[in-house]
């Protein structure tokens, strides 16, 4: 009987750990959870879709200031995780730029573990122009519950209401990038 409970617990806690569903509150604030081996997470329907918060910090590339989710209201927002020192990242970088130049939306980095003059001139040399978030700690990145702080590159594409409508816990291409953006620049608004 003990061991039929425990198989029974067992089943339970893992149906909830693969289910996609389970990765945010509806409605609510934004929770990852393990997805079960996939690399790409897609949260449909809109109403499913949890809000990002608090998501702010040092600019990069503009000394003194800072830059986050607050100062694209009503945009869809891809927020890239990066490192200068990161190989797939290098891969990804003009990628992100292009969709931000062709569509409108906006790319913001999160640039972690990093030395600053390095990352400067790492977007610089690439002509890089969206800002970053300076994170070598990690704190700001820790604001996203849950979420993998060892995963660079990662990405999350966020709708104009700023909930997370994807994430991708691997180098992200513009192939699978703009026709999403796209698509969360065509929803409708919030009913008022």
Same mark, same amino acid.
């Given at each position: 009987?003990?061991?039929l409970l425990a198989v029974a617990l067992v089943a339970v806690f893992l149906a909830g750990c693969s289910s996609t569903k389970e990765a945010v509150a509806t409605g609510g604030d934004f929770q990852f959870v393990a997805p079960g081996g996939q690399t790409t997470i897609l949260y449909d329907p809109p109403e499913s879709r949890g809000t990002v918060r608090g998501i702010s910090g040092d600019s990069l590339l503009h000394d003194g200031a800072t #830059?986050?989710?607050d100062d694209h209201a009503g945009k869809v927002v891809i927020v890239n995780i990066w490192g200068s020192w990161c190989g797939p990242c290098r891969e990804e970088m003009p990628g992100l730029q292009f969709v931000q130049e062709q569509t409108g939306a906006v790319v913001l980095g999160i640039d972690v573990r990093?030395?600053?003059?390095?990352?400067?001139?790492?977007v610089r040399d690439r002509g890089v122009t969206?800002?970053?978030i300076f994170d070598p700690p990690g704190r700001v990145l820790a604001r996203l519950s849950g979420y993998p702080?060892?995963? #660079?590159p990662s990405t999350l594409v966020l709708?104009?209401?700023h909930r997370v409508a994807a994430v991708f816990l691997t180098v992200v291409r513009v192939p699978e990038l703009m026709p999403l953006v796209q698509r969360l620049q065509a929803e409708p608004p919030p009913a008022a």
């Open positions: 009987m003990i061991r #830059v986050g989710l990093d030395e600053r003059q390095a990352a400067a001139d790492f969206f800002d970053s702080r060892n995963t #660079v709708d104009q209401q």
